[in-house]
């Protein structure tokens, strides 16, 4: 099967940067997009940023400009670079791949947890 890791969360102030990374190993043949979802203590998971294969990117509203995905596909591993990070940044963070491992289906990582304080 797939198994996908995150790193890089943590607590930092606002204003401030942190750089998660997800890497995801297994039989895979291939990864298509690949995402970023959060979810925030009362709130449904959200959408944060996707990149695909050939490196299109989009972005919630809410993160444009600050947030950056970028992709290692030699490495299997995604990135988020998040600046200029803001309380209501504070969520649960999620990378989550659509793979082919024979079959396609998408995977999830376990999450890590950014928190911003003010």
């Known amino acids: 099967q797939v198994h996908l890791v995150e790193s890089g969360g943590g607590l930092v102030q606002t204003g401030g940067s942190l750089r998660l990374s997800c890497v995801a190993s297994?039989?895979?043949?291939?990864?298509?997009?690949m995402d970023w979802y959060r979810q925030a203590p009362g709130k449904q998971r959200e959408l944060v940023a996707s990149i695909s294969s050939g490196g299109s990117t989009n972005y919630a509203d809410s993160v444009k400009g600050r947030f950056t995905i970028s992709r290692d596909n030699a490495k299997n591993t995604v990135f988020l670079q998040m600046n200029s990070l803001k309380p209501e940044d504070t969520a649960v963070y999620y990378c989550?791949?659509?793979?082919?491992?024979?079959?396609?289906?998408?995977?999830w990582g376990q999450g890590t947890q950014v928190t911003v304080s003010s």
């Open positions: 989550s791949f659509v793979v082919s491992v024979g079959s396609v289906g998408r995977y």
């Open positions: 297994g039989s895979i043949f291939s990864i298509y997009t």
